[in-house]
């Protein structure tokens, strides 16, 4: 008999609910136990409806200003109040930034355990995740309950059907917290260059700094040529390390490029359904960090390099600031 399954979200702006949090609908209920739902946020109804047809016997609720922003105090107080009231032996919710800082401590608090960055699941539970920088795989049971577990983005189609109306059941929490949200600090939407929800991962390589066939480099030539591309496709940018190693070693940079946007062994394992390397030779330690990247093309001068051995889907052998500067005016012709 499969058990309980709790499916457990926070709502984003708007009330609503993210494609994360629906990926871990489906993967919660793909578990194919009885399924209750909690939800966390200032105003969780609009939520609730968004999931009214997707078979949860109850949706257990914790609203209020006090948690419509991200804080470790409430938030951990509003998930004990709901895994303590749905009773569930197993919770499945979405690794977002807000959850993965407070899901551990509710775990403690509840007696149970937790698993974070799972990349599958299946019935069992059996979990799926990655272990020493993406080098080892392992499937994992556990005996003890409540387990929590915080599924990575792309590890299940979001769960999508019709809207409805639902009633939720308020779960009272007492608010206790010194801690004051007075604001919000991130860089203008222009500036924010990693973008994991976008189509498209275009990563950078160290090929845009070095001569070219002119015998000299072409760095602000290259910089217009990305930027042009990310503001005309919203792709999210990434890079070899190499490239963004080059600041270190006080060579003419990238200015927008930072070791956040390395990809790779010692990067990140982006998870974009599609992605495009330019000026980059696709070793294997940059391309590991692919892993999740489905459909993959690179353009590169070199016939050899790292891509056309079997790495990527189709390598375009060409000069990339042609390319790009091709592939910018095309985009600067569909707006
Ligand atoms: C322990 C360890 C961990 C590492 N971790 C990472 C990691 O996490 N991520 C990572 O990226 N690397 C990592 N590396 C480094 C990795 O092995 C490579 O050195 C690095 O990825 C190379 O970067 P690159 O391809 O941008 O530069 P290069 O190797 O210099 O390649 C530049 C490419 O640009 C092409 N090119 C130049 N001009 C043009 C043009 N006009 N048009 C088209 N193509 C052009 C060239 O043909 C060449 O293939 C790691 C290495 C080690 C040892």
Partial sequence: MPETVLFLAHTEAGGTLGRLALEALAAAK???????????????????????????????????????????????????????????????????????????????????????????????????????????????????????????????????????????????????????VIGRQSPRAEQQTIRPDAKLLFVAGAGWTRKQADGKPHIDAAARLILGFLKGSEASLGSSKSLVDLSGEGQAVLPFLSHMNQVGQTGSTPRHPKGLATCCHGEEPHVVGWRFIRERRAVNLDANCGWARGKADVVYVADAFAVMERVNALLAGRA
């Fill in 30 to 180: 793909s578990l194919g136990g009885p399924l209750l739902a909690g939800l966390i946020g200032g105003d969780v109804q609009s939520a609730a409806d968004s999931i009214a047809n997707c078979g949860a016997s109850r949706i257990l609720g914790v609203a209020g200003e006090a948690f419509a922003e991200s804080r470790y105090a409430t938030d951990a107080a509003a998930a004990e109040a709901i895994v303590k009231a749905a009773q569930a032996a197993i919770v499945v919710a979405p690794q977002t930034s807000r959850f993965a800082r407070c899901l551990a401590g509710v775990a403690h608090r509840v007696g149970g355990r937790i698993d974070t960055h799972v990349t599958a699941i299946a019935e069992g539970p059996r979990i799926t995740r990655w272990y020493y920088r993406q080098r080892m795989e392992a499937v994992l049971e556990r005996a003890q309950r409540p387990w929590i577990i915080l599924v990575d983005g792309g590890a299940a189609t979001a769960w999508e059907d019709q809207e409805g109306t639902a009633t939720f059941e308020p779960v009272p929490v007492e608010v206790a917290s010194r801690t004051l």
